[in-house]
C-alpha cells in the first residue's frame, strides 16, 4: 500500500477513534470502582480516568507534612534530578538530555523546595525504580504500595511505586509508557496532556544523540554526550506550544487537558503519551503495572500493531498473526497479542522500525 494511502487511513482512524470512543475530557468517578467493572469500563477500552475517595484511608493525606517527612526521613539520601531548566529527559536541539542525578539528603531537597536554600537549578525528585519502595520503605505504612481493585482487575501488583515531590519548573516531557499507571496526588495538583495512543500519526518522534547536564563550579550547566549510548526516539514536540510550521500534522491531534488534585486518582492506561506539569512541592505516589493481559476492541488493534514491532529483526509473517487473529475470540486474541508483544513492548525498536511499522498495521486493521 502507498505511503500516503497509509498515513490518510492512520489519520482517519485516528479521528473515527475520537468520534466512536474517546471522550472529549478526562471522567471524573465518585469512588474506587469495583474490579470487574473498572477492567471493563476503563482497562479493556484503554481510557483514562480520575478516581475520587480512592485513597480517603490513607494517613498520608493529613501526615505528609514537610514537618512530618523531616522527621522521618529528612536524612535519608535519595537520589534527585537536577536541570537548569525543569526539563529533564527532554529534546534540547539536536539532543535527547538527560538530568544531573544527585543524592543528597530528604531534608536538602525539602529546604530547595521550600525555599530556605537557594540552589541553581530545577530539583525533581522523580526516579522510576519504585524508589518510594527501596529508597524510602518508612513511608510505606502511610499508604498502600498497591491498590486493591486494581491489583485484582490486572492480575497483579505494580511493577514500581514511585515517590514524586517537585518544583513548579520541573516539567515531564511528552512520552508513552507500556504500563498501566495509577497516580495519587497526595498534596499539590498536577496538570497532565494527554494524547490516546491512536494520536500517533500526528506525534513527530526523532532520533537523538544522547546527553546528559552537569553542573560547572560557574554555575552553569553543560550538557555532556554519552558517547557509549544509542541513540535516543524521543517527541520533540512540546504540546505547551507546539510548532505547527515544523510539525503540522500535530493540528490534527486532539489532546486532553486534566488537573489531579490532593486525594484524587488519574488511572492513565497503558501507551497513552503525557506530558505533565505540577504546582510547587507537589507529592504523589505512582503505581505502575505492566500487563501481559486482557483488552478488547479497538486496544486489540493497537496491541497488534505493537506486537508487529517488537520483532527482534523486524521480520514478521503478517499471514501467520492474521490466520491466528481470525482463529480466536476477541479475548483470546488479545491475550495472544499481548504475550506476545506489550510485555516486550520496547519504544525504541518501534521507532526504529517506524515504516514497517505503519505499511503492515494498516492491513491487519481491515482484516479484524
Ligand atoms: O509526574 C510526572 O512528572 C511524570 C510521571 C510520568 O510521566 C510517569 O510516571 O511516566
Request: aromatic share 10%.
Amino acid at each position: 500500500m502507498e505511503s500516503v494511502q497509509v498515513q490518510k487511513r492512520l489519520a482517519d482512524f485516528s479521528l473515527e477513534a475520537h468520534d466512536l470512543y474517546l471522550n472529549k475530557s478526562v471522567p471524573h468517578l465518585d469512588g474506587p470502582p469495583k474490579p470487574l467493572q473498572f477492567y471493563r469500563d476503563w482497562i479493556a477500552p484503554n481510557k483514562p480516568c480520575i478516581i475520587h475517595n480512592a485513597y480517603s484511608h490513607w494517613p498520608a493525606l493529613s501526615r505528609w507534612t514537610p514537618k512530618y517527612l523531616r522527621e522521618k526521613i529528612g536524612s535519608k539520601v535519595i537520589s534527585v534530578a537536577v536541570t537548569p531548566n525543569g526539563y529533564a529527559d527532554a529534546v534540547v536541539g539536536d539532543r535527547f538530555v538527560m538530568p544531573e542525578e544527585r543524592q543528597m539528603s530528604f531534608s536538602a531537597v525539602l529546604d530547595i523546595i521550600e525555599g530556605m536554600v537557594q540552589k541553581n537549578g530545577v530539583f525533581y525528585v522523580q526516579k522510576q525504580c519504585s524508589n518510594l519502595l527501596q529508597e524510602l520503605p518508612e513511608l510505606v505504612d502511610d499508604l498502600e504500595p498497591h491498590v486493591p481493585w486494581m491489583s485484582t482487575a490486572l492480575g497483579k501488583s505494580p511493577d514500581a511505586v514511585n515517590f514524586w515531590l517537585g518544583e513548579a519548573k520541573a516539567i515531564t516531557s511528552m512520552h508513552k509508557d507500556p504500563y498501566e499507571n495509577l497516580y495519587c496526588v497526595i498534596s499539590g495538583e498536577k496538570h497532565f496532556i494527554l494524547l490516546p495512543p491512536t494520536d500517533r500519526p500526528f506525534i513527530p518522534y526523532g532520533l537523538y544523540q544522547s546527553a546528559v547536564y552537569q553542573e560547572q563550579d560557574s554555575g552553569e550547566f553543560n550538557v555532556i554526550d554519552n558517547t557509549d549510548s544509542q541513540k535516543v526516539p524521543w517527541i520533540p514536540l512540546d504540546p505547551l506550544n507546539p510548532d505547527l510550521e515544523r510539525f503540522p500534522q500535530y493540528r490534527l491531534a486532539q489532546p486532553l487537558c486534566c488537573t489531579v488534585k490532593a486525594g484524587e486518582m488519574l488511572y492513565l492506561p497503558s501507551l497513552w503519551f503525557h506530558h505533565v506539569q505540577q504546582s510547587h512541592g507537589c507529592i504523589a505516589e505512582v503505581l505502575s503495572a505492566a500487563v501481559h493481559g486482557g483488552s478488547v476492541g479497538l486496544s486489540v488493534i493497537l496491541h497488534l500493531y505493537l506486537s508487529t514491532t517488537d520483532q527482534p529483526d523486524g521480520n514478521i509473517n503478517v499471514n501467520d498473526i492474521l490466520e491466528k487473529v481470525k482463529s480466536r475470540h476477541t479475548q483470546q486474541i488479545t491475550v495472544y497479542l499481548i504475550t506476545n508483544g506489550l510485555h516486550k513492548s520496547n519504544s525504541h525498536k518501534e521507532e526504529t522500525n517506524q515504516y514497517f511499522f505503519w505499511t503492515l498495521t494498516v492491513p491487519i486493521l481491515m482484516e479484524v
